[in-house]
């Protein structure tokens, strides 16, 4: 049973560029949401998506979307990148409703901008 | 607003000892769930535990246990006998219904846990 994959690994950018990532649910997961972690801090909620939309946000500036397909994966892209943007971006999973249950993460995308 | 403070930047023991992790968490919702996550060097976030509001009864699952107290807001983990593959970072966090949404934890800064030989 496959968890949460994304997907690259790692990415290094220039500032001013847009970059994509990419995520895979935990098989029976239905929603995905978005976490930024700055090197030494704790991960900070990005968005959620479910059926296709954005449910919640966090304090992140439109730069930030995302999009949800049918088969529930989902990508995250960043315009403009700044050099604040580097971080480890976590995707997690869930099944809707089940909002007490812990979330799923993936091992993250590590983004450079340089 | 719901914040989670974990005071303890690092921590190093020596394997065996038993090791414990604070937590202190703030939130104005009567219900909600406390967790703790474990983040080893590949950066995948592995749940741990959790406890939610309306149970205080303190448990040990393992080598894990926890102190959840309300009076004081602290959720505290300790691993007990640690070993060296438990060094990892590990993260406290708070979901509550005002915030809405089961996805929107609120993480604190984490503790680096280093268990050396």
């Known amino acids: 049973d496959a968890g949460v994959t994304q997907s690259p690994t790692h990415l290094i950018k220039t500032r001013g560029q847009q970059v994509t990532l990419r995520c895979s649910p935990k098989?029976?997961?239905?929603?995905v949401s978005w976490y930024q972690q700055a090197l030494g801090q704790g991960p900070q909620f990005i968005f959620q998506y479910y059926e296709e939309e954005e449910r919640q946000r966090g304090n992140f500036p439109d730069r930030f979307s995302g999009h949800q397909f049918p088969n529930y994966s989902s990508e995250l892209n960043v315009n403009a990148l700044l050099l604040g943007d580097s971080a480890l971006y976590l995707c997690?999973?869930?099944?809707?409703?089940?909002?007490?249950?812990?979330?799923?993460f993936g091992n993250g995308t590590r983004l450079t901008v340089t | 607003a719901q914040k989670v403070t974990q005071a303890q930047t690092e921590i190093s023991v020596v394997e065996k000892e038993d090791v414990t992790l604070d937590c202190v968490y703030e939130?104005?919702?009567?219900?909600?769930?406390l967790f703790w996550y474990k983040q080893p060097p590949s950066g995948e976030l592995v749940f741990l535990i959790r406890?939610?509001?309306?149970?205080?009864q303190n448990e040990i699952s393992g080598r894990y246990s926890w102190n959840f107290q309300k009076s004081t807001s602290s959720f505290n983990f300790t691993i007990t006998a640690s070993q060296v593959v438990d060094s990892a970072v590990y993260f406290c966090?708070?979901?509550?219904?005002?915030?809405?949404?089961?996805?929107?934890?609120?993480f604190g800064t984490g503790t680096q846990l280093k268990v050396e030989l």
């Open positions: 997690a999973s869930s099944r809707q409703g089940a909002w007490n249950s812990p979330l799923h």
């Open positions: 939130t104005r919702d009567t219900t909600y769930y």
């Open positions: 098989s029976g997961h239905d929603t």
């Open positions: 406890r939610n509001s309306f149970d205080e």
């Open positions: 966090a708070l979901f509550d219904i005002l915030t809405g949404g089961g996805n929107k934890l609120t």
